[in-house]
């Protein structure tokens, strides 16, 4: 099986969305890991569905799958970051989030994405933890039951420092409809579990996967070879459980320079495919000199 890649816009936010798509295209990408935000398809925009039909097409006619993504910054509210959350004491703001993530499966549904995918937040000082849980069951049950009925994967992202921070913590929630939004690079972070370990544990609940390379305890994107993560282990992981769908990349603080790291990183992930027992060789032979900026794996 040869995995496919997506690449996020969230790591090309100085690109317009159609640019951006052509560039992760041109670059040999097999989707788009699209974050929805302001000056990318604006999902409160009044012309969002005649937006999300326009990159429901462009897609298609460059062959590209997709995934959704809901963290951007200031979407909701100008004044702060990510906020209102799921875990927000006042209920009008929690609402707001839960209308924002149907939005987002409804745009989800128009391009046909493998998943969308969404995280807890973070509760704020003061808030009591348990009744923060309440709220975020409630939403989750909300948003998991939409998704279910327009036919989209609803997939929950544990996220250092949130609510739901840890592979346990979304084990615990209990919630059957719910798929797991996978960023190998947290379990780095948290050192929780060894990222490839994840992949083999939670394999049957797994909805969308991102990669990057991260430094143990630091919660830091970082492109490949700058961190602690065994990209070739993930990978082989991936192999192992047929993972089928999309393995996003997200190189959010690497925007400024788009035109260089969206090529560069699905070089590296190409000379980190290794023959084995049921893997498949290489598609590339290994390069003799080292990608520019990035350590040969």
Not at 105 to 124: D, M, N, R, Y
Not at 266 to 286: F, K, Q, S, V
């Amino acid at each position: 099986m040869t995995l496919r890649f997506a690449y996020n816009t969230n790591g090309t936010a100085h690109h317009r969305i159609e640019d951006a798509i052509r560039l992760i295209k041109d670059a040999g990408y097999d989707g788009v890991a699209l974050t929805l935000d302001i000056h990318h398809l604006d999902p409160f925009a009044e012309t969002w569905v005649v937006e999300a039909d326009r990159i429901a097409s462009l897609l298609d006619r460059l062959d590209l799958g997709s995934v959704i993504e809901t963290g951007a910054r200031f979407l909701l509210d100008p004044t702060a970051k990510h906020e209102p959350t799921l875990v927000t004491a006042d209920a009008s703001g929690r609402a707001r989030r839960v209308g924002f993530l149907k939005r987002s499966i409804e745009i989800g549904k128009i391009l046909q994405a493998e998943a969308v995918s969404f995280w807890a937040g973070v509760p704020k000082p003061g808030v009591d933890r348990n009744e923060a849980r309440g709220w975020l069951i409630e939403g989750l049950r909300e948003v998991a039951d939409f998704a279910a009925e327009k036919g989209v994967v609803a997939a929950l992202e544990p996220e250092p420092g949130m609510l739901i921070e840890t592979l346990d913590d979304f084990a615990g929630l209990d919630l059957p409809g719910l798929s797991l939004a996978l960023d190998t690079g947290h379990c780095l972070v948290t050192q929780e579990r060894d990222p490839a370990q994840a992949v083999h544990e939670f394999a049957a609940r797994l909805g969308t996967v991102a990669i990057e390379d991260m430094k143990r305890g630091e919660h830091i994107h970082l492109p490949f070879g700058e961190g602690d993560m065994d990209v070739p282990a993930v990978l082989d992981a991936l192999d192992a459980v047929n993972f089928e769908k999309l393995v996003c990349v997200e190189l959010s603080r690497d925007s400024h320079r788009a035109d260089v790291m969206v090529g560069q990183a699905l070089d590296y992930l190409r000379t980190c495919r290794r023959p084995g027992p049921g893997l498949p060789a290489p598609d590339t032979a290994p390069r003799e000199t080292a990608v520019p900026g990035l350590p040969t794996p």
